[in-house]
């Protein structure tokens, strides 16, 4: 029986891969508007996310993994930067994403609560060339389109995933 769930999980994975990967081949989106976000940012996802741990070792992003995007700033959709961001789930065809930040808010965490800014730490990793620490921050989620990101980063470990997740329930 064990042998024949590994066989069930291993087709579950590869029918998923080759859905995301047919799903992203149809999105028409360009490389220039991946990098500048242009006006195809989808907005912020308001409510209760449905947050899922599932990263798979491909070349799709997956829940559960640090990729590179671009993401609009807050106060001008119309604006951004390309930045880390770790993927926590899905609304439809689009992404449910944090932004990462290596600047330490612990420092300035009353003030960044008096804005409504609240962040969690999730250590170091290769999604970041000098392997600074990280904070995700919890209270916005980005809706990104899948195409958008640039590479995947790294694979977030699944209690430092859960914490992360903890933060979202707690904060939005």
């Known amino acids: 029986m ?12 590869t029918l998923r891969s080759a859905t995301r990967t047919a799903q992203r081949r149809t999105t028409g989106r360009t ?11 989808a907005g912020d996802f308001e409510g209760t996310p449905r947050i899922s741990y599932e990263p798979v070792q491909d070349d799709l992003p997956d829940p559960g993994e640090i990729v590179w995007a ?3 700033y807050e106060e001008d959709h119309s604006q951004g930067k390309d930045r880390p961001v770790l993927v926590i789930g899905r609304d439809g065809d689009l992404l449910l994403a944090l932004q990462l930040s290596s600047q330490d808010h612990d420092k300035d965490a ?17 999604w970041d060339r000098e392997r600074r620490p990280s904070e995700a921050r ?3 989620i980005l809706r990104i389109d899948p195409a958008a ?11 430092r995933f859960d914490e992360v997740a903890a933060g979202v329930r707690q904060h939005t």
């Open 2 to 13: 064990p042998s024949m769930q590994r066989f069930l999980e291993s087709v579950l994975k």
């Open 31 to 41: 490389q220039q508007s991946s990098r500048t976000g242009g006006d195809r940012y």
């Open 70 to 72: 671009w993401v609009p």
């Open 110 to 126: 009353a003030d960044e609560a008096r804005w409504g800014r609240y962040w969690v730490d999730v250590g170091a990793g290769a």
């Open 138 to 140: 919890v209270d916005r």
């Open 149 to 159: 990101v640039r590479r995947i980063g790294a694979v977030l470990d699944r209690e």
